[in-house]
């Protein structure tokens, strides 16, 4: 909510005990990290003269030409946060890296998982150099929930508090009383623990719970003052009894904390920026039903009752963004997971005036692992095996999709496999936030015609549509007065 009354403001300082005011935020141009095309086919295309007048479109709040960054806003006395997502980290000691987790890696939805621990120590690093007010995590922080797992990542996390940069964290799906949680042996996965909601906090009673101005009595969800003008709403939308479930939903009590929250930020003059792992608002045309937060009308109205700018998400591990209204109402801003290449987490630049700026940010793996000695090459050259990675992932979906409706479709082996390439291709950089950069000569290629004309009624195909429609958008940047 937009600070109402210089009053309000002035009284925040005497209320607000040991909380400073915040510099300045200097702001730098920000450069699209480049994306590299993925199939020989599509390395020739791109060297083809552009002759038909582009598609990409505008979207509310962004400048004109989605392709440039629009100008910094100044900030004054706002704050720094860097945001991610689904680390989804698995503890060493539960994988010997072999066909277990290998068949499970190129089945999975292309989190780079043989290469969760570099990934992760860079992301660490990268932290730490940024220096954010505060870095939030959005949930599913574990694999599958493991108590190893969730033991060695607050391990590191303590690393990045240690710099003097708080750290805040709420649960995702998978985090707990997770029923999959697993350790990879030879060619086994079998069953580990997982915790409870009470271990989750006391795991993680470092990084906002022992430092919340507010908890809710009915979830995991908190308040945390970020700085003078500024508090996160960390909402814990998980359902994890009796054991963890996909979907999200608010708990009824909860809605009744929000609003003290709410009229609380209201009369001190401060901004509330939600957060949550499931999604406010429909991000998907398809994979609606565990994704979005059951009967989130709800929370959309009682959130945009107090003017809310900003909600800030994860789960879908897709880089996306949306409003409530077609120009006006709630922003959300999903952020990928971190876990899936290139690797990104978003920076925000939130004024005190609740305006906001945000960009996506990709891990640059092969300067960590030239840093750092390394002599694996798929680390050396991070980017080509990261979409290579990601390609082969999508590809083995559509694959597995095709083989399990046999009965159904009536496609040649050569068909499939076009079909799943295109599939492939679009589908990373869907995960991306950047179809724009493809999409019309996709739609040109003969995997998606067969899609389009020959795909038979299925969830895949479903998808591939509804991406290609709202494929016109760069995802990773966003601004909003």
Known sequence: MNRRLLAAALLISTVLAGCSAKPVVETETVTAPETEHITETTKLETTKAETEPSTIESFPGTADDPTANPPEPVYTGGCKILVASDIHYLSKDLTDLKSAFQQMVDHDDGKAMPYIWEITDAFIEKVIEEKPDVLIISGDLTFNGEKDSHLDI??????????????????????????????????????????????????????????????????????????????????????????????????????????????????????????????????????????????????????????????????????????????????????????????????????????????????????????????????????????????????????????????????????????????GELNTYYYNGKVYEIRDKAVERPGYQLWDELGYPSILAQHLESVVDEGTVDYNVLEAE
Not at 191 to 214: L, R, W
Not at 274 to 280: G, I, Q, W
Not at 389 to 394: H, S
């Open 154 to 423: 607050a391990g590191k996390l303590k690393e990045i508090e240690s710099a003097g940069v708080p750290v805040i964290v709420i649960p995702g799906n998978h985090d707990i009383n997770n029923m999959a949680a697993s350790q990879f042996l030879e060619e086994h996965a079998m069953a580990v623990s997982s915790i409870f909601p009470e271990e989750f906090e006391t795991i993680y009673d470092d990084y906002g719970y022992s430092e919340a101005v507010s908890r809710d009595p009915a979830s995991l969800s908190y308040v945390y003052q970020i700085n003078d003008y500024t508090r996160a709403m960390m909402l814990d939308t998980c359902q994890y009894m009796p054991y963890s479930q996909m979907g999200g939903m608010i708990q009824e009590g909860t809605y009744d904390w929000i609003e003290e929250q709410m009229e609380e930020a209201w009369r001190l003059g401060m901004n509330v920026i939600p957060v949550a792992h499931h999604n406010l608002l429909d991000e998907s045309e398809v994979y609606v039903k565990d994704y979005t937060i059951e009967h989130s009308a709800q929370l959309i109205d009682q959130l945009e009752s107090w003017d809310v700018p900003l909600f800030l998400s994860g789960h879908l591990h897709v880089q996306h963004f949306m409003r409530s209204g077609e120009d006006y109402g709630i922003y959300e801003i999903v952020t990928s997971s971190v876990a899936t290449p290139p690797c990104q987490y978003g920076v925000l630049y939130y004024g005190d005036d609740a305006s906001f700026r945000y960009h996506t940010e990709a891990l640059d793996m092969e300067k960590w692992a030239q840093d750092n000695g390394s002599t694996d090459e798929n680390l050396l050259n991070f980017k080509e095996f990261g979409v290579t990675f990601t390609n082969r992932v999508f590809y083995n979906q559509a694959q597995d999709e095709f083989a399990e409706n046999e009965d159904k479709i009536g496609l040649s082996k050569t068909q499939r496999d076009l079909m799943a390439k295109l599939y």
